[in-house]
């Protein structure tokens, strides 16, 4: 029984006039500080119906309550404070996370319904900067989270490989470029001829309507244009799957806007039919006004589609194709609006569905305090900054444990789970600066801590070389061990709050405090000490082991044996 539960049963014989349990248990709090209990009960709403003063009313409900799931009920004030059974429960725990192993804590929420995760989504022709690191390691996380809860889920890197900026590209390629150097370097290269068209473009306006009229022809189906875009794009998806192997992640499928090509000209007619878009100067329009939006141009004068034109395509065929309960896009808070346009369309072509798709915005990475710019050349190269965390990483291993085996390896889960750690330990709507030297450290709110963590605990195990099984009794009432199981029994709650609110943040924190009352743990209580309670302490340094992997690997960090 969960722990609010038991509080509930204690409590509603002696209110039922009163207070059903749904209230009884929205009241319970979860006092701050471990003097007043595991769980607490404020009396006030009963004032009225007791007439008494919530003190007295709190005094004589704990001469009736029924202590067996309980140390010890007090009544301090107008609240009423609940210390549960601290053999009972830790044997509770710890029983089941040995038993459920890497289960632990699933709970059916998604009742196998289908969840389209769209996110990465880097533009080819360019590398992958620092500034698709977000959406990567959240829209990742977010799709192992609904696993976790049973939801089939579909994750689409929806490639930014239409629109006018390969106009723009192939211009440049065209003008000043030379395919030689473009072939021994592809991407950077490429990246270096997108800027300077940029710069060239400022001194010469004339360039931008040659970069539109290039998309035209391309959008046209031009043989030219096609050959150059298909080379730019296959070059660009090598490139982007060395970063996405390093990091661990893979994608269900890779199609970006140019799949939606032929699928957009009947939902232009819908729009057309029922009468939802204007035809003003030759561009197609979708006036938002009753939603308080501005206008959507769909569709440009010289007969070119937009990002909005493609999205409603996109949407469309994932409905039609996966059948989805949430579509899923997580894209920049930059973005909101396009979204809040692209729902309200959806919406007035008759489809309640678009009500299931979510925007999950977050916050920008800035480095040193500056915006990164593709554009005006600003580029700090994801790969890049994932080698230099492994260097690093390398180095404290070096320092603290020059003899570990697969020192490299280690280096790598080490060095890459920090850049991502860092990332998602913060709520996603929040921007950050990144400094490699404050995310690369084995103290502190860190990856590395936790990982650390994780492996001290296994190097417990591993000098204990005995099997502990579930149907054993496992009995602890020491203080340190007793937080460290209340936090063992918050995993389940903790995992069901951050799939609801899309917030991988929320296990990020509850790893750092798992393992902060693991170690206090380790740092207090002679854990190997051989007498009547080594098995129970061990068996409780197995299920925090168990915990922190999987709570790691929900956000797509893994969890070294050694370090």
Avoid: C
């Avoid at 004589?60 to 210390?83: C, Q, R, S």
């Avoid at 389209?116 to 360019?126: C, G, H």
């Avoid at 592809?186 to 060239?200: A, D, M, Q, W």
């Avoid at 150059?228 to 661990?248: A, H, P, Q």
């Amino acid at each position: 029984m969960e722990d609010k539960q038991i509080v509930v049963a204690a409590l509603s014989p002696l209110v039922a006039e009163h207070l059903d349990e749904g209230k009884i248990s929205q009241l319970i709090e979860k006092p701050s500080n471990a003097e007043h209990g595991d769980l607490a009960f404020p009396v006030f709403q009963l004032a009225k119906a007791f007439r008494k003063a919530p003190n007295l009313i709190a005094q004589e409900l704990v001469e009736k309550i029924d202590g067996a799931h309980f140390d010890k009920v007090e009544a301090v004030g107008p609240y009423i404070n609940f210390f549960l059974n601290r053999k009972e429960k830790s044997n509770e725990i710890i029983s089941q996370v040995i038993k459920e192993d890497s289960h632990y804590g699933e709970v059916d929420l998604g009742h196998g319904g289908t969840v389209v995760l769209d996110y990465s989504s880097p533009n080819i022709a360019k590398p992958m900067s620092m500034g698709h690191l977000r959406s990567t390691v959240i829209g990742n996380s977010l799709d192992l989270m609904h696993q976790k809860m049973n939801y089939k889920t579909v994750s689409v890197n929806h490639l930014g490989d239409w629109g006018t900026q390969f106009g723009k590209l192939i211009v440049a390629y065209k003008g000043w470029g030379d395919e030689a150097t473009v072939r021994k370097d592809p991407v950077n290269e490429l990246v270096k001829l997108y800027v300077e068209f940029h710069e060239k473009s400022e001194e010469d306006p004339s360039l931008e309507d040659q970069g539109r009229a290039a998309f035209k022809k391309l959008e046209d189906g031009d043989p030219e244009m096609t050959e150059l875009w298909t080379w730019f794009k296959d070059e660009s998806i090598k490139e982007f799957e060395k970063v996405y192997d390093l990091m661990g992640i893979s994608f269900d499928h890779y199609t970006g806007e140019s799949f939606y090509n032929d699928k957009m000209e009947d939902k232009l007619q819908i729009l057309a039919d029922k009468g939802i878009s204007t035809v003003e100067n030759g561009a197609t329009l979708v006036y938002l006004d009753d939603e308080e939006l501005p206008p959507a141009l769909v569709k440009r004068s010289d007969g070119a589609t937009l990002y909005i034109t493609r999205d409603i395509a996109t949407a469309y065929y994932r409905k039609e194709t996966y059948n989805f309960v949430k579509s899923l896009y997580i894209v920049g808070n930059e973005q909101a609006n396009h979204f809040r346009q692209l729902k309200a369309i959806l919406k007035r072509m008759g489809n309640d569905w678009s009500d299931d798709m979510v925007h999950i915005a977050f916050g920008l990475i800035t480095l040193e305090g500056k915006k990164l710019s593709t554009r005006k050349g600003k580029i700090v190269l994801l790969e890049a900054v994932m080698n230099e965390a492994m260097e690093l990483a390398l180095e404290q291993i070096e320092a603290k444990n020059p003899d570990l085996e697969n020192k490299e390896e280690v280096a790598r889960q080490v060095g890459v789970g920090a850049v991502i750690f860092h990332d998602l330990k913060s709520d996603r709507m929040n921007s950050f600066d990144f400094k490699l030297s404050e995310v690369i450290q084995f103290e502190g709110e860190t990856g590395p801590y936790v990982q650390y963590t994780y492996a001290r605990a296994k190097s417990l195990l591993e000098k204990y070389g005995k099997e502990l099984k579930a149907d054993e009794i496992y009995e602890l009432t020491d203080e340190y061990a007793w937080a460290v199981i209340k936090k063992l029994a918050e995993y389940s709650d903790t995992l069901v709050a951050a799939t609801e609110k899309y917030e991988p943040s929320m296990i990020a924190r509850y790893v750092i405090q798992l393992a902060q009352a693991f170690n206090k743990y380790y740092g207090n209580v002679r854990l190997l000490n051989d007498d009547d309670q080594l098995a129970a302490r061990m068996a409780l340094v197995k299920a925090t082991s168990i915990v922190l992997k999987d709570g790691l690997s929900l956000l797509g960090v893994e969890a070294p044996e050694n370090m």
